[in-house]
Protein backbone atom coordinates (compact mmCIF):
# COMPACT_ATOMS: atom_id res chain seq x y z
CA UNK A 1 0.00 0.00 0.00
CA UNK A 2 1.04 3.37 -0.59
CA UNK A 3 -0.37 6.29 0.75
CA UNK A 4 0.49 9.97 -0.74
CA UNK A 5 -0.59 13.33 1.01
CA UNK A 6 -0.46 16.51 -0.64
CA UNK A 7 -1.09 19.56 1.33
CA UNK A 8 -3.98 22.46 0.59
CA UNK A 9 -2.76 25.97 0.36
CA UNK A 10 -3.48 29.57 1.18
CA UNK A 11 -3.04 32.59 -1.80
CA UNK A 12 -1.03 35.09 0.59
CA UNK A 13 0.10 37.83 -1.76
CA UNK A 14 0.19 38.10 -5.58
CA UNK A 15 -2.70 35.55 -6.77
CA UNK A 16 -3.84 35.87 -10.44
CA UNK A 17 0.33 36.65 -12.03
CA UNK A 18 0.43 32.82 -11.86
CA UNK A 19 -1.47 32.11 -14.92
CA UNK A 20 -0.09 31.69 -18.59
CA UNK A 21 -1.52 33.91 -20.36
CA UNK A 22 0.04 36.85 -17.96
CA UNK A 23 3.37 35.65 -16.77
CA UNK A 24 4.30 34.91 -20.11
CA UNK A 25 4.18 38.48 -21.80
CA UNK A 26 5.08 39.99 -18.00
CA UNK A 27 6.39 37.67 -15.32
CA UNK A 28 4.62 37.06 -12.08
CA UNK A 29 5.18 36.77 -8.47
CA UNK A 30 3.09 35.54 -5.51
CA UNK A 31 3.26 34.05 -1.98
CA UNK A 32 1.63 30.85 -1.57
CA UNK A 33 1.38 29.19 2.43
CA UNK A 34 0.29 25.51 2.52
CA UNK A 35 -1.94 24.32 5.07
CA UNK A 36 -2.26 21.26 7.85
CA UNK A 37 -5.20 19.88 5.27
CA UNK A 38 -4.70 17.35 2.98
CA UNK A 39 -5.77 15.50 -0.12
CA UNK A 40 -4.60 11.90 0.10
CA UNK A 41 -4.19 9.24 -2.52
CA UNK A 42 -3.54 5.32 -2.35
CA UNK A 43 -2.36 2.61 -4.40
CA UNK A 44 -2.57 -0.86 -3.57
CA UNK A 45 -1.98 -3.53 -6.43
CA UNK A 46 -5.18 -5.94 -6.82
CA UNK A 47 -5.56 -9.67 -8.31
CA UNK A 48 -7.34 -8.22 -10.66
CA UNK A 49 -6.83 -7.55 -14.60
CA UNK A 50 -8.58 -4.26 -14.39
CA UNK A 51 -7.82 -1.09 -13.26
CA UNK A 52 -9.49 0.54 -10.71
CA UNK A 53 -10.21 4.36 -9.60
CA UNK A 54 -11.95 5.56 -6.36
CA UNK A 55 -13.05 9.23 -5.83
CA UNK A 56 -16.77 10.49 -6.52
CA UNK A 57 -17.30 8.00 -8.58
CA UNK A 58 -16.22 4.04 -8.94
CA UNK A 59 -14.23 3.43 -11.91
CA UNK A 60 -13.52 -0.04 -12.83
CA UNK A 61 -11.85 0.02 -16.83
CA UNK A 62 -9.43 -2.82 -18.94
CA UNK A 63 -7.85 0.30 -21.03
CA UNK A 64 -6.17 3.50 -20.21
CA UNK A 65 -8.24 5.47 -22.64
CA UNK A 66 -11.73 4.10 -20.85
CA UNK A 67 -10.47 6.21 -18.07
CA UNK A 68 -13.23 9.04 -17.25
CA UNK A 69 -10.98 10.89 -15.00
CA UNK A 70 -8.79 13.10 -16.95
CA UNK A 71 -6.08 13.36 -14.28
CA UNK A 72 -5.50 9.90 -13.54
CA UNK A 73 -5.61 8.86 -17.32
CA UNK A 74 -3.07 11.56 -18.08
CA UNK A 75 -0.68 10.77 -15.47
CA UNK A 76 -0.74 6.94 -16.05
CA UNK A 77 0.40 7.67 -19.96
CA UNK A 78 2.75 10.45 -19.02
CA UNK A 79 4.67 7.69 -16.59
CA UNK A 80 4.06 4.82 -18.43
CA UNK A 81 2.57 3.10 -15.65
CA UNK A 82 2.10 -0.67 -15.90
CA UNK A 83 -1.69 -0.37 -14.95
CA UNK A 84 -2.95 -3.98 -14.26
CA UNK A 85 -4.48 -4.48 -11.06
CA UNK A 86 -3.67 -0.98 -10.29
CA UNK A 87 -6.49 0.28 -7.12
CA UNK A 88 -6.46 3.92 -7.18
CA UNK A 89 -8.45 6.13 -3.70
CA UNK A 90 -8.67 9.56 -3.77
CA UNK A 91 -9.66 10.98 -0.07
CA UNK A 92 -9.49 14.77 1.14
CA UNK A 93 -9.84 16.45 4.58
CA UNK A 94 -11.74 19.21 2.85
CA UNK A 95 -14.09 18.54 -0.26
CA UNK A 96 -13.43 19.86 -3.88
CA UNK A 97 -14.70 22.94 -4.96
CA UNK A 98 -14.02 25.11 -2.45
CA UNK A 99 -10.94 27.15 -3.59
CA UNK A 100 -7.71 25.61 -2.09
CA UNK A 101 -5.85 24.01 -4.47
CA UNK A 102 -7.65 20.57 -3.96
CA UNK A 103 -7.26 19.80 -7.83
CA UNK A 104 -3.86 20.37 -8.60
CA UNK A 105 -3.10 18.43 -4.71
CA UNK A 106 -4.43 15.66 -5.78
CA UNK A 107 -2.29 15.64 -9.11
CA UNK A 108 0.76 16.08 -7.34
CA UNK A 109 -0.37 13.47 -4.80
CA UNK A 110 -0.72 10.64 -7.50
CA UNK A 111 2.00 11.69 -9.53
CA UNK A 112 4.44 11.00 -6.31
CA UNK A 113 2.51 7.78 -5.81
CA UNK A 114 2.86 7.00 -9.29
CA UNK A 115 6.94 7.62 -9.34
CA UNK A 116 6.72 5.28 -5.95
CA UNK A 117 4.87 2.54 -7.69
CA UNK A 118 7.49 2.70 -10.62
CA UNK A 119 10.73 3.14 -8.08
CA UNK A 120 11.58 6.18 -9.16
CA UNK A 121 12.30 9.59 -7.27
CA UNK A 122 11.11 12.68 -8.11
CA UNK A 123 12.74 16.65 -6.83
CA UNK A 124 9.27 18.95 -5.68
CA UNK A 125 10.23 20.96 -8.70
CA UNK A 126 10.19 18.85 -11.29
CA UNK A 127 6.28 17.21 -9.61
CA UNK A 128 4.78 20.29 -9.87
CA UNK A 129 6.26 21.22 -13.31
CA UNK A 130 4.59 17.38 -14.54
CA UNK A 131 1.67 18.15 -12.80
CA UNK A 132 1.32 21.87 -14.84
CA UNK A 133 1.72 19.99 -18.05
CA UNK A 134 -1.01 17.77 -16.83
CA UNK A 135 -3.70 20.50 -16.30
CA UNK A 136 -2.20 22.66 -18.01
CA UNK A 137 -1.17 21.83 -21.08
CA UNK A 138 -2.77 18.23 -21.44
CA UNK A 139 -6.07 18.99 -20.37
CA UNK A 140 -6.49 22.83 -21.26
CA UNK A 141 -7.43 23.64 -17.87
CA UNK A 142 -7.45 27.88 -17.41
CA UNK A 143 -5.71 27.76 -14.68
CA UNK A 144 -2.36 29.48 -12.87
CA UNK A 145 0.82 27.17 -11.95
CA UNK A 146 0.46 28.07 -8.08
CA UNK A 147 -1.26 25.28 -6.55
CA UNK A 148 0.68 22.92 -8.23
CA UNK A 149 3.74 23.93 -6.82
CA UNK A 150 2.52 24.84 -3.34
CA UNK A 151 1.30 21.77 -3.32
CA UNK A 152 4.80 20.01 -4.13
CA UNK A 153 6.97 22.21 -1.81
CA UNK A 154 5.05 23.05 1.40
CA UNK A 155 5.47 26.14 3.79
CA UNK A 156 5.52 29.85 3.26
CA UNK A 157 7.02 30.19 -0.36
CA UNK A 158 7.89 32.86 -2.70
CA UNK A 159 7.03 32.14 -6.97
CA UNK A 160 8.46 33.90 -9.55
CA UNK A 161 7.02 33.16 -13.12
CA UNK A 162 9.47 33.66 -15.62
CA UNK A 163 8.61 34.52 -19.37
CA UNK A 164 9.93 31.18 -20.51
CA UNK A 165 8.06 29.58 -18.12
CA UNK A 166 10.71 28.80 -15.56
CA UNK A 167 9.05 29.24 -12.41
CA UNK A 168 11.59 30.38 -9.49
CA UNK A 169 10.48 29.05 -5.91
CA UNK A 170 12.00 30.39 -2.59
CA UNK A 171 10.96 29.89 1.32
CA UNK A 172 9.81 33.32 2.33
CA UNK A 173 12.38 34.93 4.75
CA UNK A 174 10.98 35.45 7.71
CA UNK A 175 11.24 34.62 11.40
CA UNK A 176 9.91 31.48 13.30
CA UNK A 177 8.15 33.97 15.93
CA UNK A 178 6.68 36.31 13.05
CA UNK A 179 5.55 32.81 10.98
CA UNK A 180 3.57 31.50 14.29
CA UNK A 181 2.27 35.10 14.75
CA UNK A 182 1.17 35.15 11.42
CA UNK A 183 -0.62 31.97 11.94
CA UNK A 184 -2.21 32.77 15.06
CA UNK A 185 -3.60 36.11 13.41
CA UNK A 186 -5.25 34.46 10.47
CA UNK A 187 -8.81 32.66 10.23
CA UNK A 188 -10.52 30.97 7.47
CA UNK A 189 -14.49 30.85 7.31
CA UNK A 190 -16.05 29.15 4.49
CA UNK A 191 -18.86 30.72 2.57
CA UNK A 192 -20.31 27.99 0.22
CA UNK A 193 -18.93 25.62 -3.10
CA UNK A 194 -17.48 27.80 -5.78
CA UNK A 195 -19.31 27.19 -9.03
CA UNK A 196 -18.41 30.43 -10.76
CA UNK A 197 -14.48 29.21 -10.52
CA UNK A 198 -13.76 28.18 -13.95
CA UNK A 199 -15.71 31.02 -15.46
CA UNK A 200 -14.27 33.41 -13.97
CA UNK A 201 -10.74 32.05 -14.62
CA UNK A 202 -11.40 31.67 -18.38
CA UNK A 203 -12.66 35.28 -18.61
CA UNK A 204 -9.98 36.61 -17.06
CA UNK A 205 -8.21 34.24 -19.60
CA UNK A 206 -9.42 35.96 -22.24
CA UNK A 207 -9.03 39.69 -20.92
CA UNK A 208 -5.63 39.13 -21.00
CA UNK A 209 -5.14 37.55 -24.17
CA UNK A 210 -6.80 40.22 -25.85
CA UNK A 211 -4.52 42.73 -23.75
CA UNK A 212 -7.17 44.60 -21.89
CA UNK A 213 -6.05 47.34 -20.37
CA UNK A 214 -7.98 47.41 -17.43
CA UNK A 215 -7.08 43.66 -16.28
CA UNK A 216 -3.40 43.83 -17.14
CA UNK A 217 -3.16 46.98 -14.92
CA UNK A 218 -5.27 45.85 -11.68
CA UNK A 219 -2.36 42.45 -12.58
CA UNK A 220 0.48 44.59 -12.48
CA UNK A 221 -0.65 46.27 -9.20
CA UNK A 222 -1.38 43.07 -7.63
CA UNK A 223 2.00 41.83 -8.11
CA UNK A 224 3.51 44.84 -6.64
CA UNK A 225 1.09 44.43 -3.75
CA UNK A 226 2.96 40.95 -3.77
CA UNK A 227 6.40 42.47 -3.68
CA UNK A 228 5.05 44.87 -0.74
CA UNK A 229 3.55 41.93 0.93
CA UNK A 230 6.82 40.27 0.92
CA UNK A 231 8.16 43.24 2.84
CA UNK A 232 5.64 43.20 5.48
CA UNK A 233 6.10 39.52 6.66
CA UNK A 234 10.05 40.10 6.35
CA UNK A 235 9.87 42.39 8.49
CA UNK A 236 7.19 41.26 10.91
CA UNK A 237 4.44 44.00 10.12
CA UNK A 238 1.43 42.05 10.22
CA UNK A 239 -1.40 44.94 10.70
CA UNK A 240 0.50 46.26 7.09
CA UNK A 241 0.10 42.95 6.05
CA UNK A 242 -3.56 42.37 7.04
CA UNK A 243 -4.07 46.22 5.24
CA UNK A 244 -2.52 44.67 2.06
CA UNK A 245 -4.55 41.78 2.08
CA UNK A 246 -8.07 44.02 2.05
CA UNK A 247 -6.11 46.24 -0.65
CA UNK A 248 -5.70 42.71 -2.98
CA UNK A 249 -9.72 42.03 -2.36
CA UNK A 250 -10.39 45.66 -3.41
CA UNK A 251 -8.63 45.20 -6.28
CA UNK A 252 -9.69 41.84 -7.03
CA UNK A 253 -13.29 42.11 -6.94
CA UNK A 254 -12.53 44.95 -10.19
CA UNK A 255 -11.26 41.72 -12.13
CA UNK A 256 -14.98 40.41 -12.77
CA UNK A 257 -18.50 40.97 -11.52
CA UNK A 258 -18.66 36.78 -10.54
CA UNK A 259 -15.68 37.17 -7.86
CA UNK A 260 -18.03 38.17 -5.23
CA UNK A 261 -21.40 39.18 -4.63
CA UNK A 262 -23.89 40.70 -1.80
CA UNK A 263 -23.51 38.05 0.85
CA UNK A 264 -19.62 37.91 0.62
CA UNK A 265 -19.68 41.66 0.36
CA UNK A 266 -21.59 41.30 3.70
CA UNK A 267 -19.67 39.04 5.49
CA UNK A 268 -16.80 40.97 4.92
CA UNK A 269 -17.86 44.29 6.24
CA UNK A 270 -18.73 42.24 9.40
CA UNK A 271 -15.63 40.94 9.37
CA UNK A 272 -13.86 44.60 9.17
CA UNK A 273 -16.36 45.75 11.66
CA UNK A 274 -15.28 43.04 14.65
CA UNK A 275 -12.11 43.55 14.02
CA UNK A 276 -10.37 41.93 10.78
CA UNK A 277 -7.52 44.64 9.41
CA UNK A 278 -7.87 42.93 5.91
CA UNK A 279 -9.19 39.95 4.19
CA UNK A 280 -10.00 38.48 0.83
CA UNK A 281 -11.95 35.67 -0.56
CA UNK A 282 -9.26 32.40 -1.32
CA UNK A 283 -9.13 31.30 -5.15
CA UNK A 284 -10.88 32.40 -8.15
CA UNK A 285 -14.22 33.93 -6.32
CA UNK A 286 -17.65 33.29 -6.16
CA UNK A 287 -17.29 31.24 -2.65
CA UNK A 288 -14.81 29.51 -1.00
CA UNK A 289 -12.87 30.55 1.84
CA UNK A 290 -12.74 34.31 3.61
CA UNK A 291 -9.82 34.49 4.83
CA UNK A 292 -8.70 37.45 7.24
CA UNK A 293 -6.12 38.50 9.29
CA UNK A 294 -7.05 39.81 13.27
CA UNK A 295 -5.37 41.19 16.06
CA UNK A 296 -8.51 39.88 18.19
CA UNK A 297 -9.65 36.88 16.24
CA UNK A 298 -11.98 35.85 18.94
CA UNK A 299 -14.02 38.70 18.66
CA UNK A 300 -13.77 37.95 14.86
CA UNK A 301 -14.43 34.48 15.30
CA UNK A 302 -17.61 35.27 17.22
CA UNK A 303 -18.84 37.12 14.85
CA UNK A 304 -18.38 35.16 11.67
CA UNK A 305 -20.15 32.33 13.45
CA UNK A 306 -23.00 33.90 14.64
CA UNK A 307 -23.76 34.68 11.06
CA UNK A 308 -23.69 31.12 9.92
CA UNK A 309 -20.37 30.64 8.65
CA UNK A 310 -18.21 28.20 9.52
CA UNK A 311 -14.62 28.19 10.67
CA UNK A 312 -11.95 26.02 9.50
CA UNK A 313 -8.71 26.06 11.75
CA UNK A 314 -5.52 25.14 10.52
CA UNK A 315 -1.83 25.60 10.95
CA UNK A 316 0.77 25.70 8.23
CA UNK A 317 2.53 22.43 6.57
CA UNK A 318 6.28 22.68 5.85
CA UNK A 319 6.27 18.97 4.06
CA UNK A 320 4.98 19.77 0.93
CA UNK A 321 3.53 16.42 -0.86
CA UNK A 322 4.88 13.71 1.13
CA UNK A 323 4.63 10.02 1.14
CA UNK A 324 3.45 8.45 4.58
CA UNK A 325 3.60 4.39 3.62
CA UNK A 326 5.16 2.76 0.91
Not at 66 to 82: G, Q, S, T
Not at 108 to 116: D, F, G, P, R
Request: glycine share 8%; aromatic share 10%.
Amino acid sequence: MIIVRSPLRLSLAGGGTDIPSYYREHEGFLISAAIDKYVYVTLHHAFTSELVVKYSKLERVASVDAIEHPVVREAIKMLNVDWQGLEINYMADIPAGTELGSASSFTTSLLKALHVYNRKIVHPHELAQLACEIEIERLGEPIGKQDQYIAAYGGITCFRFHKDDRVESWPAPISQEVCHNLEDSLAMFFTGYSPQARLILEEQNEKIRQADDETLNNLHYVKELGLRSLEALQGGYLNEFGKLLDDHWQHKKRRSKAITNSKIDEWYELAIMNGATGGKLIGAGGGGFLLFHANDKARLRRAMLRSGLREVRFRFDFEGTKVLAE
